[in-house]
């Protein structure tokens, strides 16, 4: 009987890193209080101390990790953590239910991710042909102050989404979404101009947010049940609603987007964590 193998790939085929980004997930978990009943004075202190270390980020294993509480049933503290290994992310969550407090851990929900730069992001020139189809008369002292204004920052707009620095600012919110795929409304069967075109709109909304907003959206097609996630930090929670509200009235949005479970939450060191769920004096 002939054994069917897999071609030999070439070891620079093989890796777990990404050719550009991180990989990121979310996870929230829930204490359970029966459990964590039954624990000895000593475990829970243990436990408590290995929580600490584990969800450091000075000392983090990850590139980035941040701790957040979450507001309402659906858990009590919430984790997102990147890094260019998934391994590594995972690690993180196995060290916390294998520790002392593990027990008394339930995870609720996960989400699986990578970064990226969205094909709507355009490219200088790109940007260029846009500024002219707005009106802009190509080669115009006003044409070259926009663009070259685009290409200062579209570096660093390049390492916010593929390697961003997680804002403190003290309220989040995370959610996965879709691009609506049904008779009539089906986003993939747009000219990608349209699409374009429809993003770009929907770009101009959120720019009315900065220094009130920041976003990160991450892509998870063929990684998990939905095909993006959502990352929102605000200087105030009540940016969270009106940024949201705000841009489900552009059509990318009303016609095309379609929204899973949010996850709101309130940025915490885990020290903070354990003293508001009531674990740690």
Known sequence: MSSHRPPQA???EISLSLDQGWHCTHCFYRFDRAALSRMSSTETATGCSQFLELLDPASSSTQRLQTSIVSGHKADFGLMLMDPDPLVIDAVHQ???ASKLGPALHATYSFVSISEISEYVPTPQQYAERLVSEGETEGSPAFQ???EAYEKREPM???HRLTPDFPTWPATCFYPMNKMRQPGENWFALPFSRRSELMA???KTGMQFGGKVTQLITASVGLDDWEWGVTLWARNPQFLKEIVYRMRFDEASTRYAEFGPFYTSYVASAEEVLKHCLIAA
Do not use: G, N, S, V
């Open 10 to 12: 070439d070891a620079a």
């Open 95 to 97: 060290r916390l239910l």
């Open 145 to 147: 102050a926009k663009l």
């Open 157 to 159: 707009m390049r390492r």
């Open 201 to 203: 709109e929907h770009a």
